[in-house]
């Protein structure tokens, strides 16, 4: 069974400083791991993804994520911060097993940026 | 591409009434995924649906809740009666297997109250 856990519910930044978003796994199988945000009252969006290619991963909106398989580590970061990425963050897990279609989400960290 | 469009946006009902919620996939998706969002217990995934055919349904809460999905490009979810603690926000998702893994993309919303 797969798992996710993200090691802080809410973390706040200044603008223009750097924003590390942490998240630990568990997978039986070889994992993908994505990171998705979620805007306030909007659906979730797809920020990145590993697939066993490369171990940093870069996405949208200058974010970027190392997969540490000997840490099962998948954190996320990005240099500078901007007003625009105030907003909730969630790591997911699925196995590439028999149900690779499950997604297992993390319980979720909001994201401040004070101006 | 306009994206995993989902009506209504936002649904107030009265408890033992019908609800249905409606989702248009992306299209060229084969898989379709309705999630439930609360604050209590985060994203649950209801149902899975692989070319139209339904996969998964133990994540479905109880037989008050159906789904269907008769074509490729539409699928509802049925809450007959809905009860107030049925109140949340549902979220459709589409998605096609890339190499080893699925892509989810989720469409915004329907915001569910149940007085």
């Known amino acids: 069974a797969q798992s996710v856990t993200q090691l802080d519910s809410h973390v706040s930044v200044s603008e223009g400083t750097p924003v590390l978003l942490r998240c630990n796994y568990s997978?039986?199988?070889?994992?993908?791991l994505f990171w998705y945000v979620q805007h306030p009252n909007k659906g979730l969006q797809l920020l990145l993804k590993?697939?066993?290619?490369?171990?940093l991963v870069k996405g949208i909106n200058g974010f970027e994520a190392e997969f540490k398989k000997s840490e099962t580590s998948f954190h996320l970061t990005k240099p500078s911060a901007h007003m625009s990425d105030a907003a909730e963050y969630f790591c997911?897990?699925?196995?590439?097993?028999?149900?690779?279609?499950?997604?297992?989400f993390g319980a979720g960290t909001t994201v401040t940026v004070r101006a | 591409d306009a994206g995993v469009i989902q009506s209504p946006r936002h649904e107030v009902t009265e408890m033992g009434q019908e609800v249905t919620l409606r989702c248009k996939p992306i299209?060229?998706?084969?898989?379709l995924f309705w999630y439930r969002q609360t604050m209590m217990r985060g994203l649950e995934l209801l149902i899975y649906?692989?070319?139209?055919?339904?996969?998964?349904d133990s994540g479905m809460p109880e037989d008050r809740f159906s789904a269907k999905m008769p074509n490729a490009s539409f699928s509802t979810l049925k809450i007959q009666p809905s009860e107030p603690r049925d109140s949340a926000v549902y979220f459709c998702?589409?998605?096609?297997?890339?190499?080893?893994?699925?892509?989810?993309?989720f469409g915004p919303g329907t915001r569910l109250t149940v007085t």
């Open positions: 299209s060229g998706h084969n898989s």
């Open positions: 590993y697939t066993s290619a490369a171990t």
């Open positions: 997978s039986s199988y070889s994992p993908s």
């Open positions: 997911v897990v699925s196995d590439l097993g028999t149900n690779d279609y499950k997604l297992s």
């Open positions: 649906f692989n070319n139209n055919v339904p996969i998964d």
């Open positions: 998702a589409s998605s096609f297997k890339a190499g080893n893994s699925y892509e989810q993309y």
